[in-house]
T-cell receptor
Framework: NAGVTQTPKFQVLKTGQSMTLQCAQD?????MYWYRQDPGMGLRLIYY???????DKGEVPNGYNVSRLNKREFSLRLESAAPSQTSVYFC?????????????FGPGTRLTVT | TQLLEQSPQFLSIQEGENLTVYCNSS?????LQWYRQEPGEGPVLLVT?????EVKKLKRLTFQFGDARKDSSLHITAAQPGDTGLYLC??????????FGTGTRLTVIP
């Protein structure tokens, strides 16, 4: 049981390049999330998927797209990377049963855009 | 955007001391969570508080949710080096919106 896994762990891009961050969870969770973490700003929600086949914008969606490929996988795509997207990206998942709001986080992807 | 302010931003104390971290907001949340994050890893949930005035204890950690469900505190008794990390509060609005505070970076010196 690996929990939430993310690839890659580190990535350097040049301005204008594109890339996809991958996330998978093996806990049979319905909801999945993408956050970015910047110094002094905490974690901010980019996009989320409440269930397979649905996605919704979070607080900072501009410059990103997502795909909920199946129940396990939720990817984040940067079509044309900008230096402002330099950040640490975390994927998380949560069960939708009961009243628990606990989110389980992956280890993060550290992205640098030059 | 829901703003959660944490204080202090940085805290460095000696092993054995007590400390309190605060999380304040002008918004009401359905629940509030505390996470701890270590370098190179994602946040890990410590506790969820749901009811105004609720107090939860986790060994040497005591969490309190304000009566109006806008603020919370985390108190650590007799801090140990293993408590070192970034402590994040997060307020839940609905099922999928979790707003994180800016964090308190705690260092416990042996």
């Amino acid at each position: 049981n690996a929990g939430v896994t993310q690839t890659p762990k580190f990535q350097v891009l040049k301005t204008g390049q594109s890339m996809t961050l991958q996330c998978a969870q093996d806990m049979n969770h319905n909801s999945m999330y993408w956050y970015r973490q910047d110094p002094g700003m905490g974690l901010r929600l980019i996009y989320y998927s409440a269930s397979e086949g649905t996605t919704d914008k979070g607080e900072v969606p501009n410059g990103y797209n997502v795909s909920r490929l199946n129940k396990r996988e939720f990817s984040l795509r940067l079509e044309s990377a900008a230096p402002s997207q330099t950040s640490v990206y975390f994927c998380a998942s949560r069960t939708s049963t009961g009243a628990s709001y606990e989110q389980y986080f992956g280890p993060g992807t550290r992205l640098t855009v030059t | 955007t829901q703003l959660l302010e944490q204080s202090p931003q940085f805290l460095s104390i000696q092993e054995g001391e007590n400390l309190t971290v605060y999380c304040n907001s002008s918004s009401v949340f359905s629940s509030l969570q505390w996470y701890r994050q270590e370098p190179g890893e994602g946040p890990v949930l410590l506790v969820t508080v749901v009811t105004g005035g609720e107090v939860k204890k986790l060994k040497r950690l005591t969490f309190q949710f304000g009566d109006a469900r806008k603020d919370s505190s985390l108190h650590i008794t007799a801090a140990q080096p293993g408590d070192t990390g970034l402590y994040l509060c997060a307020g839940a609005e609905g099922a999928n919106n979790l707003f994180f505070g800016t964090g308190t970076r705690l260092t416990v010196i042996p």
